[in-house]
């Protein structure tokens, strides 16, 4: 099992004739991706071709809009790389097709045309689920990899993670290869993002191949408190966490752009009492958080 995404997903690319569609439509394809065909209005009726994991070369059809490429192949998964100033238009496209997974993997997206586009989601009934904007992507070890994630980190295991961090996922995930994951999904840094810590847990929680969590968050806003509010009172199985910026110097805006803090709120040190108090345990470091989570599979 898996949350979001499976060997199944049959996945698009928005701007896969672009430089990083292009890169990450190859590297999608040699993790065992179902890539089926990509997105271009300027280069719609034309082909692109790359290598499979197991089948050889494979032409791949570019559409000229997301509704067309889900009508002639069947995708439910749609993975955007387009730049900032078109993400809005691209996530509006593929929201207005109701594909029910849309990946967002674009930095720098203007936070009111992600909140806009978000907004629009919501009015349409939320039929789209949002990953990211400014997030590696979401991977389902063994079987699909919808994002950036270097897909040889790590193998299935019962391991749930969800993070805010990129680098972070796959740190964590290089440190519990040997365990492996159920799921891996980066929600991104941004201050406003599709999905939350909260979708992400609710989901490993009902998933039953995942027998425990790790969730990574950050300094800035208060994602974290909310998520440790929500496993407080829905979430059976065992969570650990870890809070980036510590070492942060008070008053500094971070590299996130959601990572801003205001008086105590959004501290990592007010964000490790709010999870420890949920019963979630905290590691100072990375490594450490992993060693927590080996305690915890070893237990159960």
């Avoid at 749930?160 to 961090?165: C, E, F, I, P």
């Avoid at 980036?244 to 501290?267: D, L, R, Y």
Wanted: hydrophobic share 40%; net charge negative.
């Amino acid at each position: 099992m898996s949350i979001y995404l499976n060997k199944d997903s049959k996945v698009i690319v928005q701007g896969i004739t672009g430089g990083e569609g292009t890169k990450h439509t190859a590297l999608m394809l040699k993790a065992g991706t179902q890539i089926v065909g990509g997105v271009n209005a300027r280069k719609a009726g034309t082909t692109v071709t790359h290598e499979t994991a197991h089948e050889g070369e494979v032409d791949l059809p570019v559409f000229g809009t997301v509704a067309e490429a889900m009508e002639k192949t069947g995708a439910d998964v749609s993975i955007a790389f387009v730049p900032p100033a078109f993400t809005k238009d691209a996530m509006i496209e593929a929201i207005d097709a109701e594909i029910p997974l849309l990946v967002v993997i674009t930095e720098g997206v203007p936070v009111g045309d992600t909140a806009e586009a978000w907004a629009y989601a919501k009015s349409k009934g939320n039929k789209t689920r949002i990953i990211g904007p400014n997030c590696p992507g979401i991977i389902t070890p063994g079987e699909a990899l919808v994002g950036i994630t270097p897909a040889n980190i790590t193998g299935k295991g019962p391991i749930g993670l969800v993070s805010k961090s990129g680098t972070l996922t796959y740190q964590m995930m290089f440190e519990l290869r040997d365990l492996g994951f159920s799921t891996a999904i980066g929600i991104g840094g941004d201050p406003v993002i599709g999905t939350t810590h909260i979708d992400a847990l609710a989901a490993f929680e009902a998933d039953p191949e995942t027998k425990a969590i790790v969730m990574i968050g950050e300094i800035g806003g208060d994602a974290e408190e909310r998520a440790a509010d929500f496993i407080k009172a829905n979430v059976t199985k065992p969570v650990v966490g870890y809070v980036a910026g510590f070492t942060a110097p008070e008053g500094k805006t971070m590299g996130h752009a959601g990572a801003i803090v205001s008086g105590s709120a959004g501290t990592a040190q007010a964000k490790k009492e709010a999870l420890e108090a949920a019963g979630v345990k905290v590691g100072k470091t990375p490594s450490e958080t992993a060693s927590l989570m080996r305690e915890i599979i070893a237990g159960l």
